[in-house]
């Protein structure tokens, strides 16, 4: 892919304030995303006044809009993104909080190098770690998205990636991950577009996702904690079909113009959008939502301390 490419590529990550601008809310079983973390925080350690201070990790931090949930918690925070101008926005934002701008995979392996394994309460990644597990099964080049030869090498990597993550984790720490729901209409007609482009690896777009939850099953399986996983259906709710569209075109296809170009692209995002746009004029868009919670703990916690009384 062109450099010119690239960028536009990552475009609605690199401009100031363009994401957070075309970002439509999502709402899942009635709560928007940022509650359903609230919610898990308080489940786990009360409200933030009654918790002891926490270490938190968050890779993919984006602008921070998510992290408002974790740093009332936070005694330490750091944070990462590939984005300078995300990173610049999330530092303004939490001043005394250390945001990089690195890589998720390279921030996790710096991490490691810098003896913190072990040392994470929370380790948060929200709507963002799809993107660096994708990344071990193809990579931008001159003609555009090259998948990667050797699909059973680009497993074992991503894999290697969830297990250093986990590696993060304190004792008795969780790793909070949020992942869109690939099957939804929405998600299916942009996996449609994007396989013009090239093929997704494995088993389609939802591949990264069964990765995550693959290794993680692994790891309860061995006795490293205890996986929670749950698909919520929801809505995300444009003011207008035209907010509506520049959400397809911007969000999902990146500006690309290879699919910017295409009439049938065109056509179907436009047909799509037309079927939810309601009477008042907003857009309803069907999605769907992940919620994965792993806990970093031994396995006999599931066993009652006194067996005979729980009998």
């Not at 799809?130 to 990667?148: K, Q, T």
């Not at 494995?202 to 749950?230: F, K």
């Not at 004029?281 to 939502?289: D, F, L, N, S, Y």
Request: proline share 6%.
């Amino acid at each position: 892919m062109s450099a010119a490419h690239q960028s536009l590529f990552r475009e609605i990550y690199q401009v100031p304030g363009l994401y957070d601008q075309l970002l439509l809310p999502h709402y899942f079983d009635g709560a928007e995303d940022t509650q359903l973390i609230r919610q898990l925080m308080e489940r786990h350690y009360g409200r933030p006044g009654d918790a002891p201070g926490l270490s938190v990790a968050e890779l993919g931090c984006g602008t921070g809009r998510v992290t408002a949930c974790l740093a009332p918690y936070a005694r330490h925070l750091r944070a990462s993104d590939y984005s300078r101008s995300m990173v610049d926005t999330f530092q303004a934002r939490y001043p005394k909080a250390e945001a990089l701008q690195q890589e998720t995979r390279f921030s996790v392996r710096r991490m490691l190098d810098e003896g913190l394994a072990g040392s994470f309460d929370i380790v948060g990644a929200f709507w963002s770690l799809s993107y660096p597990l994708m990344d071990y099964f193809e990579e931008l080049g001159a003609d555009g998205i090259v998948p990667r030869s050797d699909l059973a090498q680009g497993r074992r990597e991503a894999g290697g990636l969830v297990r250093d993550t986990l590696r993060l984790l304190a004792p008795g720490g969780h790793l909070l991950a949020l992942f869109f729901d690939s099957e939804t209409p929405e998600q299916q007609l942009v996996t449609r577009a994007w396989e013009k482009v090239a093929p997704f690896p494995g088993t389609g777009r939802g591949y990264t996702r069964e990765i995550l939850l693959e290794e993680l099953q692994d790891a309860e399986a061995r006795g490293e904690g205890r996986l929670h996983y749950s698909r919520l259906g929801g809505i995300a709710v444009a003011p207008s079909p035209q907010a509506a569209r520049a959400w397809f075109a911007t969000v999902h296809m990146k500006s690309l113009p290879v699919l910017m170009d295409d009439p049938h692209v065109h056509r179907e995002i436009g047909a799509f959008v037309d079927a939810h746009t309601q009477p008042s004029g907003e857009v309803r868009i069907p999605t769907g939502a992940y919620v994965i919670d792993f806990w970093a703990g031994p396995a006999d916690r599931h066993v009652p301390r006194n067996r005979a009384e729980a009998a």
